[in-house]
């Protein structure tokens, strides 16, 4: 037999035979696993306790559940179906223990099917058995079963590999994420056998480092994952592969924060009086978060080296105001400054508002400018070509101080003649590639602030975020006023939908104005980047409660509103597919009071500030997640009179999704918000739909449940850095580190 490696074809360890080859066949292209080293990395995604049952008792409902018992019998039924009225079979057999009878059901497509499900399991088959108990009258069952017999003749590897399961059945049970015709069975089996053969595996943590740490070598912890008597073997194996992702992740941070430290930068001191003036106009006092934010960026951009600085805060704190300022730093030190915005409606707003703030600072070299401005520029997809002209003119030639845009700033032939500073808004909508197309039309590396509205708890701004320095602004301006947030479960309250609507016109009949955000466009079309909330298991799976049928889109929803519950009010729809000049006349529209009622999508999601604002209406509010619901209703309240935020909903109680709603009735604090939402659903989601990168990158890791381990990798990491910036003593780590860097993986710290 030949040597078997990690990097062994799966067919290694699965036979020679036509069956095994078709089995391999299906491990690739139903799970994936195309080597030994996929199929050792493959972890289970549960685990059953297992043994016998010796009092019922012991039973719970919901209890997971693997167990070796025998059938006592085994009858086939036919029955009519009420809903559908068609016929159906099913097989029930009851199975024994050496404590209580438990009953399972196998529902079958045909009598035939469920007659053979007899003849398979008579009196007296053995078998190994796994599902969650429940209880339907007097009995307990075995909800969801599988099952492999272990008694009769063994020409299956599934009964094989269940006989070995079942005489060594201690302990743990493990339960593989399964494809058909994969089962469980199949992936414990060739596990096992996988583990007996494999030659010693080089560990790329070194003695040194896992004696530090108090981490098992990599043979061991394979077997304590795959194959663990006992609790204290699981945990064990968990932990050098989750501090081991920690330590990858953290040591290629550690290298890119320190290849940031040698890379030359403009240093930006001022010197100019654009500041100063803006600053002395300002009618407002800034509160503290934003002076001592301020203060950071300040001594940022007064370095050597560029600025990589994470603006993280509340909603309305005042982020924009503490860019603004940065960019007219940069201008007042013979530089320029752009802020690249995710959507034109964004990118719009902030342009009217930097302008508005300015003043006369913002017209720079015009008639009636100040002599201490500068020019403020727009440019966006939506632009015809002579307004594109005049604004890259003026950027290429150092006219405007800064510039305000969207992904048309990324163009091949859009240049500037000092880019000092680069202010990204909405992180985690841009990729990599894409801040980088950016930062490469400066001449010596910009300095680099970017922006996110939706807080992040620590170590998840440790892990995606760690190449970046952090501030955050917790500190709320004056004038926000506070925000009633209400459920309204319409499954079980259908009345308040007419509720609803007579709230929104009792708001706008104060002189107020109400959006009303839905979750499509038309039909089932979402807007751009915009994913639907999934609320998972500990598993991963998906968890039933979102309530079903078609979403609420905004091309419907407008003509029923104007015929029905708000005719004679001013309505006007707004969406990401609306040409950019219309999406720009429907938000000044609104915000000058020509609209009562805006009815869009997501695209109003961050940065649109509309003091008349008063109040919105979430329509299928269980389909956003806790952050992006905590962002959408930021919108109101803005103007110092108090807000209204109605999250409309169809999904049952006691679903998790009512439970998110719930969470986002009763707190207003994005932090407290943006960690249970974190808890509750996969990781990824709550970071945007493009960090799936982030998803498959780590795979072991959790970053709230690892919070520890993710501290103490990353001190270990900057110990490492310290003593040898080049890892020569840790060869094992050196290649791991280079090989997430050089994957397209590893822009799951940055990408989008």
């Avoid at 999250?647 to 969470?663: F, H, K, M, Q, Y």
């Avoid at 996969?682 to 990158?697: H, I, P, T």
């Amino acid at each position: 037999m030949s040597t078997i490696t990690l990097n062994s074809p799966i067919a290694a360890v699965l036979g020679s035979t036509g069956k095994d080859k078709k089995k391999a066949d299906a491990f690739i292209s139903k799970l994936g696993l195309a080597t030994v080293g996929d199929l050792l990395w493959h972890f289970p995604r549960a685990y059953l306790p297992t043994g016998e049952i010796t009092e019922v008792d012991q039973l719970t409902e919901g209890q997971p559940l693997a167990v070796v018992a025998e059938v006592v019998s085994a009858k086939a039924f036919s029955f009519t179906n009420r809903a559908t009225g068609r016929q159906g079979h099913r097989t029930e057999l009851v199975v024994t223990t050496s404590g209580p009878r438990l009953k399972l059901t196998l529902f079958a497509k045909s009598k035939h099917v469920a007659e053979w499900h007899v003849s398979q399991w008579q009196p007296g088959t053995k078998g190994v058995f796994t599902g969650k108990v429940s209880r339907f009258r007097e009995d307990w069952q075995l909800a969801h079963p599988q099952m492999v017999r272990i008694t009769g003749d063994h020409n299956d590897h599934r009964e094989e590999s269940a006989l070995l399961l079942a005489e060594t059945m201690r302990g743990l049970f493990p339960i593989y994420r399964t494809s058909a015709p994969i089962e469980t069975w199949d992936i414990a089996r060739v596990v096992n056998f996988a583990l007996n053969v494999l030659d010693d595996l080089p560990d790329p943590i070194s003695n040194h480092v896992r004696a530090q740490h108090g981490l098992v070598d990599l043979s061991t912890a394979l077997r304590g994952v795959h194959l663990p008597e006992e609790k204290a073997e699981l945990d064990a194996g968990l932990r050098r592969f989750r501090f081991a992702e920690a330590l990858t992740t953290q040591l290629v941070l550690a290298r890119r924060r320190a290849a940031t430290r040698v890379l030359g930068a403009q240093q930006r001191t001022g010197g100019g009086r654009l500041l100063a003036e803006f600053d002395a106009r300002l009618p407002f006092t800034l509160t503290d978060g934003q002076r001592e934010v301020g203060e950071q960026i300040e001594a940022d951009l007064a370095r050597a080296h560029p600025m990589n600085r994470l603006l993280q805060g509340e909603v309305g704190s005042g982020k924009t105001l503490v860019a603004l300022r940065a960019m007219m730093r940069v201008v007042d030190s013979g530089g320029q400054a752009v802020l690249l915005a995710p959507t034109e409606v964004l990118a719009a707003q902030h342009y009217r508002s930097i302008v508005a703030m300015m003043g006369d600072l913002a017209a720079g070299g015009l008639l009636g400018g100040s002599e201490h401005g500068t020019t403020v520029t727009l440019l966006t997809g939506s632009m015809n070509k002579s307004q594109r002209t005049v604004a890259m003119s003026a950027m290429a030639s150092g006219e405007a101080g800064l510039t305000i845009g969207t992904h048309a700033l990324l163009e091949e032939n859009v240049q500037f003649a000092d880019l000092g500073l680069v202010v990204v808004d909405e992180q985690h909508r841009f990729g990599v590639e894409q801040r980088a197309a950016l930062t490469d039309k400066a001449i010596m590396p910009p300095h680099l602030l970017v922006m996110t509205a939706t807080p992040i708890p620590r170590t998840v701004a440790m892990t995606v975020f760690g190449d970046l320095e952090v501030s955050t602004l917790r500190e709320l301006p004056a004038g926000r006023a506070p925000i009633q947030t209400n459920v309204v479960p319409l499954r079980d309250q259908p009345a308040w939908w007419n509720r609803v609507w007579e709230r929104v016109r009792e708001e706008v009949a104060k002189g107020h104005q109400v959006y009303v955000v839905a979750p499509r466009i038309g039909g089932d079309d979402a807007e751009e980047g915009q994913v639907d909330a999934v609320d998972v298991d500990e598993s991963g799976e998906a968890l039933p409660g979102v309530a079903e049928g078609s979403l609420t889109a905004v091309e419907t929803l407008l003509p029923e509103l104007v015929d029905g519950p708000l005719a004679g009010l001013r309505l006007a729809m707004l969406h990401g597919r609306l040409a950019g000049d219309e999406k720009d006349r429907v938000m000044r529209a609104f915000a000058a009071g020509e609209i009562d009622v805006l009815i869009s999508t997501t695209v109003i999601e961050v940065g649109v500030d509309v003091a008349n604002a008063t109040t919105m209406v979430l329509m299928d509010a269980d389909r956003f997640g806790i952050s992006q619901l905590h962002q959408l209703r930021g919108r109101v309240g803005r103007g110092g009179l108090p807000g209204l935020c109605l999250l409309v909903t169809r999904a049952e109680r006691g679903s998790v999704a009512r439970d998110r709603l719930a969470a986002v009735a009763a707190s207003t604090d994005g932090f407290e918000l943006s960690v249970l939402d974190l808890e509750q659903r996969r990781e990824g989601d709550v970071l945007g739909a493009g960090q799936s990168g982030f998803r498959s990158s780590l795979r072991h890791l959790k970053v709230l449940r690892d919070e520890k381990t993710i501290l103490e990798a990353r001190s270990a990491a900057e110990e490492l850095m310290e003593a040898d910036p080049e890892l020569l003593t840790e060869p094992g780590l050196r290649a791991e580190v280079e090989a997430l860097e050089l994957s397209s993986k590893s822009d799951y710290m940055e990408r989008s």
